[in-house]
């Protein structure tokens, strides 16, 4: 050791701790050469006492009589003498002592307070020889520490871990051995060479063997990893066996720490990659696929272990619809399918791989599935309605759900089709089987009804507004309001109400705005040319000799003509995809002065109208409502629209499956006076009537001059399936003339904070919390419905003593709807690791979001395990 070190030491001894009399024995009298060359300036007031230069009895006179208050260093070649010889025994009580060999200044440097502990330093001598390991060993140290605990912090040091137990450095040797993506099972870990150079890997081992009972005369990360995932595999699956793997299952105090350590390793958002990495390996190795296959759904439904047990999970729960598909347990297949989709394959760090997402999505297929299934069921007896009043009203309360969750079905389905899956090919067949013959059919033929009783030659309805009267009854008593009034109309070209609805509720969720939904009686036929005339102010509207739409006598086909006609009304018209990609002031100062702003969009249109893009109908709609939110957002927060209208020209028909030839209306004869001829209507003058059409006039259903007429196939049937034939519209299905009109207003004031859309609340049913066995249920409440203003939460929860976690982590939704309370209860699981408890000691139960990491409840548990599991 250097002179510069032992200085340090004395100063440390002196000048920081205060100490007065300091002992030192130099047992092969290294330093004697130092202590005659004299003290440090910084010692100046230290004086040296050698005992053997004044004897015992000198030295014990001089540091107690004659000088009490001054610093002494008692110095001593060789050896303390025994206590029957030593007459400095009694000063040596209240003084302190300095040893200069390197073991006992790293006591001092780590600042351990047990002497015996030098033994053991120099043993690990290889580990403490480094100052920046002595420097991150500090960090994990207390002074009492124990031989054992040293270790373990000195491993922690080796493996990078962030805090100082066996959990932390298993995560960290696993995650540094990862390469690219790829662990690799055949190769040790650098860190264990590490350990073994440093005298540091047998404690290792002897920390494995104490946490999971894992012993083996030459054990291995790659053989504790097989028993730590086999483990908690088994675990999972409850009574079910594993075919083949049983050796490699630990005991159950074993297996307890195994479940609680893979949970977390899962759960952190730091190391999880490394976890799948693992996973993937072990699950190579040891063929884990084929041992899940004979499993059941609900021998399967908890397995996180292995990515292998997703697919299955996934394809067990679309046999468990196919099969009950007359009477689905709705509740069940969505509670199962939300609880795989917050979990860790699909909803940790690497979620968003194609295999993934399609599998995230597959199971939201799945559920749109089942609850088409139970809406078919519970309108088994066919649709019977008495007047069109009240069909249309079926429609915008309930029965618009069909399309919406045929269309949520194949959306929600194309990711698998595009991994060239077949796994919901039977459950799509089914699918359709139930929208054709369960909805559309029983549909057209009840509204076919309703027309030929009449309501064809009156197309009006009391509570519902015709389409060609929006600007009166909307705009133009806005504007009389107040002079300051402006309005902001979006018109999206075959936005159909269906997914009107799934817009609505995206935009009350947001704050300071407020949205309603409500239709109007589209034009017939339901094409763009005629929607889209019917929605501007016009004085009249009727057919050119051509079958032309003119407004007030001018064609209004594109921006431009519809901008004309209205700047007579202190109006203009842009495209949408123009003024999204507009700067806040280019955007305010387009529209400044104007009092109407028409906006067009066209998303669904434009791909579902076009042969070569049909089938990507229903991606069209889901990217549609996120720019129509998006547009909203544009309008009340960089124009500062106070009032936003969101309508269409018209809906649309679309299937999955081609039409057939029955679905083909063959005409007897070709009308004579038609102007316009398209798969769905046929425009003209002098029509006749015909059997396999509806015939009407467009002054009754568009309210236009003239004498134009039109036929329209019965029910979803084509005149001809020339080019797409899947996408159409132009009839007279209530999807194709239930226009929507969103309006969403900015509210401000005191409704502006009511308008906050927060996560429901939860909280934990009981009292007391005392856990006495190795895993405890918590039944936990959400307070209200998620509605408008009240999302769902996913929340982690888990048992920690201070800040470490001393169970499993466990996720849990809340996103119920219902009024029940019974039905928005749920419970979660937790593993306590093995080993033991104190039962006076505070625990804590604390459930965070899964989204933000925030806590949102804690509450004390008392754990209390009289007979714990030990090996």
Same mark, same amino acid.
């Given at each position: 050791?250097?002179?510069?070190?032992?200085?340090?030491?004395?100063?440390?001894?002196?000048?920081?701790?205060?100490?007065?009399?300091?002992?030192? +024995?130099?047992?092969?009298?290294?330093?004697?050469?130092?202590?005659?060359?004299?003290?440090?300036?910084?010692?100046?007031?230290?004086?040296?006492?050698?005992?053997?230069? !004044?004897?015992?009895?000198?030295?014990?006179?001089?540091?107690?009589?004659?000088?009490?208050?001054?610093?002494y260093?008692?110095?001593?070649?060789g050896?303390?003498?025994?206590?029957?010889?030593?007459?400095?025994?009694?000063?040596?009580l209240?003084?302190?002592?300095?040893?200069?060999?390197?073991?006992?200044?790293?006591?001092?440097?780590?600042?351990?307070?047990?002497?015996?502990?030098?033994?053991?330093?120099?043993?690990?001598?290889?580990?403490?020889?480094?100052?920046?390991r002595?420097?991150?060993?500090?960090?994990?140290?207390?002074?009492?520490?124990?031989e054992?605990?040293?270790?373990?912090?000195?491993?922690?040091?080796?493996?990078?871990?962030?805090?100082?137990?066996?959990?932390?450095?298993?995560?960290?040797?696993?995650?540094? +051995?990862? !390469?690219?993506?790829?662990?690799?099972?055949?190769?040790?870990?650098?860190?264990?060479?590490?350990?073994?150079?440093?005298?540091?890997?047998?404690?290792?081992?002897?920390?494995?063997?104490?946490?999971?009972?894992?012993?083996?005369?030459?054990?291995?990360?790659?053989?504790?990893?097989?028993?730590?995932?086999?483990?908690?595999?088994?675990?999972?699956?409850?009574?079910?066996?594993?075919?083949?793997?049983?050796?490699?299952?630990?005991?159950?105090?074993?297996?307890?720490?195994?479940?609680?350590?893979?949970?977390?390793?899962?759960?952190?958002?730091?190391?999880?990659t490394?976890?799948? @990495?693992?996973?993937?390996?072990?699950?190579?190795?040891?063929?884990?696929?084929?041992?899940?296959?004979?499993?059941?759904?609900?021998?399967?439904?908890?397995?996180?272990?292995?990515?292998?047990?997703e697919?299955?999970?996934?394809?067990?729960?679309?046999?468990r619809?196919?099969?009950?598909?007359?009477?689905?347990?709705v509740?069940?297949?969505?509670?199962?399918a939300?609880?795989?989709?917050?979990?860790?394959?699909?909803?940790?760090?690497?979620?968003?791989?194609?295999?993934?997402?399609?599998?995230?999505d597959a199971?939201?297929?799945?559920?749109?599935?089942?609850?088409?299934?139970?809406?078919?069921?519970?309108?088994?007896?066919?649709l019977?309605?008495?007047?069109?009043?009240?069909?249309? @009203?079926?429609?915008?309360?309930?029965?618009?759900?069909f399309?919406?969750?045929?269309?949520?079905?194949?959306?929600?389905?194309?990711?698998?089709?595009?991994?060239?899956?077949?796994l919901?090919?039977?459950?799509?067949?089914?699918?359709?089987?139930?929208?054709?013959?369960?909805?559309?059919?029983?549909? /057209?033929?009840?509204?076919?009804?309703?027309?030929?009783?009449?309501?064809?030659?009156?197309?009006?309805?009391?509570?519902?507004?015709?389409?060609?009267?929006?600007?009166?009854?909307?705009?133009?008593?806005?504007?009389?309001?107040?002079?300051?009034?402006? @309005?902001?109309?979006?018109?999206?070209?075959?936005?159909?109400?269906?997914?009107?609805?799934?817009?609505?509720?995206a935009?009350?969720?947001?704050?300071?705005?407020?949205?309603?939904?409500?239709?109007?009686?589209?034009?017939?036929?339901?094409?763009?040319?005629? /929607?889209?005339?019917?929605?501007?102010?016009?004085?009249?509207?009727?057919?050119?000799?051509?079958g032309?739409?003119?407004?007030?006598?001018?064609?209004?086909?594109?921006?431009?003509?519809?901008?004309?006609?209205?700047?007579?009304?202190?109006?203009?018209?842009?495209?949408?995809?123009?003024?999204?990609?507009?700067?806040?002031?280019?955007?305010?100062?387009?529209?400044?002065?104007?009092?109407?702003?028409?906006?067009?969009?066209?998303?669904?249109?434009?791909?579902?109208?076009?042969?070569?893009?049909?089938?990507?109908?229903?991606?069209?709609?889901?990217?549609?409502?996120?720019?129509?939110?998006?547009?909203?957002?544009?309008?009340?927060?960089?124009?500062?629209?106070?009032?936003?209208?969101?309508?269409?020209?018209?809906g649309?028909l679309?299937?999955?499956?081609?039409p057939?030839?029955?679905?083909?209306?063959?005409?007897?004869?070709?009308?004579?006076?038609?102007?316009?001829?398209?798969?769905?209507y046929?425009?003209?003058?002098?029509?006749?009537?015909?059997?396999?059409?509806?015939?009407?006039?467009?002054?009754?259903?568009? /309210?236009?001059?003239?004498?134009?007429?039109?036929?329209?196939?019965?029910?979803?049937?084509?005149? +001809?399936?020339?080019?797409?034939?899947?996408?159409?519209?132009?009839?007279?299905?209530?999807?194709?003339?239930?226009?929507p009109?969103?309006?969403?207003?900015?509210?401000?004031?005191?409704?502006?904070?009511?308008?906050?859309?927060?996560?429901?609340?939860?909280? !934990?049913? /009981?009292?007391?919390?005392?856990?006495?066995?190795?895993?405890?249920?918590?039944?936990?409440?959400?307070?209200?419905?998620?509605?408008?203003?009240?999302?769902?939460?996913?929340?982690r929860?888990?048992?920690?003593?201070?800040?470490?976690?001393?169970?499993?982590?466990?996720?849990?939704?809340?996103?119920?709807?219902?009024?029940?309370?019974?039905?928005?209860?749920?419970?979660?699981?937790?593993?306590?690791?093995?080993?033991?408890?104190?039962?006076?000691?505070?625990?804590?139960?604390?459930?965070?979001?899964a989204?933000?990491?925030?806590?949102?409840?804690?509450?004390?548990? !008392?754990?209390?395990?009289?007979?714990?599991?030990?090996?």
């Open positions: 050791m250097k002179a510069t070190q032992v200085d340090q030491a004395l100063h440390q001894k002196f000048m920081v701790d205060g100490d007065r009399i300091v002992f030192w +024995h130099d047992p092969n009298t290294e330093f004697a050469e130092y202590v005659a060359g004299g003290l440090t300036e910084g010692l100046s007031e230290v004086k040296v006492l050698q005992v053997a230069d !004044v004897g015992g009895l000198s030295a014990k006179l001089t540091l107690e009589r004659e000088d009490t208050s001054g610093k260093l008692v110095y001593s070649k050896e303390q003498p025994a206590a029957e010889e030593d007459w400095l025994l009694d000063v040596r209240y003084s302190s002592e300095f040893h200069a060999d390197v073991a006992s200044l790293w006591l001092q440097e780590l600042e351990l307070s047990s002497l015996y502990l030098r033994e053991h330093l120099k043993a690990r001598a290889a580990f403490l020889g480094s100052q920046d002595r420097r991150k060993l500090m960090r994990h140290l207390e002074s009492d520490d124990t054992s605990l040293i270790d373990l912090k000195m491993i922690a040091v080796i493996a990078g871990a962030d805090v100082p137990n066996l959990f932390a450095v298993l995560r960290s040797l696993c995650h540094g +051995h990862v !390469v690219d993506g790829h662990f690799d099972l055949d190769a040790a870990p650098q860190a264990l060479v590490t350990l073994e150079k440093m005298g540091l890997l047998e404690p290792f081992w002897q920390l494995v063997r104490t946490e999971f009972g894992y012993a083996n005369e030459a054990p291995s990360l790659a053989a504790l990893l097989r028993h730590l995932y086999v483990s908690e595999l088994s675990h999972e699956i409850g009574d079910a066996k594993l075919r083949g793997l049983a050796q490699f299952e630990l005991s159950p105090a074993g297996r307890q720490n195994a479940v609680v350590f893979l949970a977390q390793w899962r759960d952190s958002s730091a190391k999880a490394s976890y799948d @990495a693992t996973a993937e390996a072990i699950a190579k190795e040891l063929s884990i696929g084929e041992s899940l296959p004979d499993l059941s759904l609900e021998a399967l439904a908890q397995v996180f272990t292995f990515w292998e047990a697919p299955r999970v996934l394809s067990r729960l679309k046999d619809v196919l099969e009950t598909a007359e009477t689905p347990n509740e069940a297949v969505a509670g199962l939300t609880e795989r989709r917050t979990g860790h394959w699909l909803a940790g760090p690497d979620s968003e791989r194609p295999e993934r997402r399609a599998v995230a199971y939201a297929a799945v559920v749109a599935a089942a609850e088409l299934f139970a809406l078919r069921t519970s309108h088994q007896h066919g019977n309605f008495d007047s069109p009043e009240e069909l249309l @009203a079926a429609y915008q309360s309930e029965l618009y759900q399309d919406q969750l045929y269309r949520r079905f194949h959306a929600n389905a194309k990711a698998a089709e595009a991994q060239s899956w077949d919901l090919k039977t459950l799509a067949e089914e699918v359709e089987g139930a929208y054709d013959q369960g909805f559309m059919r029983p549909l /057209g033929l009840a509204w076919g009804d309703l027309l030929d009783a009449g309501f064809l030659d009156r197309w009006e309805l009391s509570g519902l507004n015709s389409q060609q009267t929006f600007y009166e009854k909307h705009v133009a008593r806005h504007l009389k309001a107040s002079e300051r009034n402006r @309005a902001y109309v979006i018109i999206s070209d075959a936005f159909r109400y269906e997914a009107a609805q799934e817009l609505a509720e935009l009350s969720s947001k704050y300071r705005i407020q949205a309603e939904l409500g239709a109007m009686l589209g034009v017939l036929p339901s094409y763009t040319a005629l /929607g889209m005339a019917s929605l501007l102010p016009h004085e009249r509207l009727e057919y050119s000799d051509k032309d739409v003119l407004v007030d006598g001018k064609p209004i086909a594109g921006t431009e003509a519809r901008g004309k006609q209205l700047a007579k009304f202190q109006g203009m018209a842009v495209q949408a995809k123009d003024l999204r990609g507009m700067k806040q002031d280019d955007a305010r100062e387009l529209t400044e002065g104007k009092r109407v702003v028409y906006i067009y969009h066209n998303v669904i249109d434009a791909r579902g109208d076009t042969a070569s893009t049909e089938s990507e109908t229903f991606s069209a709609v889901g990217e549609c409502i996120t720019e129509l939110l998006d547009l909203v957002n544009f309008c009340t927060n960089k124009l500062n629209a106070g009032t936003v209208w969101i309508t269409a020209d018209h649309f679309f299937q999955e499956k081609a057939v030839a029955t679905q083909k209306s063959e005409l007897s004869c070709k009308p004579e006076g038609a102007l316009k001829s398209k798969k769905r046929i425009i003209g003058r002098k029509l006749d009537d015909a059997p396999e059409v509806h015939h009407g006039a467009c002054k009754v259903t568009a /309210g236009t001059a003239g004498d134009a007429e039109f036929w329209v196939p019965r029910g979803s049937n084509r005149f +001809h399936f020339t080019g797409g034939a899947r996408f159409v519209h132009g009839g007279a299905m209530p999807q194709e003339v239930v226009v009109l969103i309006v969403a207003k900015m509210v401000r004031g005191k409704r502006q904070e009511a308008s906050r859309a927060e996560k429901v609340s939860v909280t !934990v049913l /009981g009292n007391k919390h005392k856990i006495t066995t190795s895993k405890h249920r918590f039944f936990i409440l959400q307070t209200e419905p998620v509605g408008d203003r009240r999302k769902p939460i996913t929340l929860a888990a048992i920690y003593d201070g800040d470490q976690m001393v169970t499993s982590v466990e996720t849990v939704t809340f996103d119920s709807e219902s009024d029940s309370l019974e039905e928005r209860k749920k419970d979660v699981r937790l593993h306590l690791t093995a080993g033991e408890f104190d039962k006076s000691k505070p625990y804590e139960l604390i459930l965070r979001d989204d933000t990491d925030i806590k949102v409840l804690s509450l004390p548990v !008392v754990i209390d395990r009289t007979l714990t599991d030990d090996f």
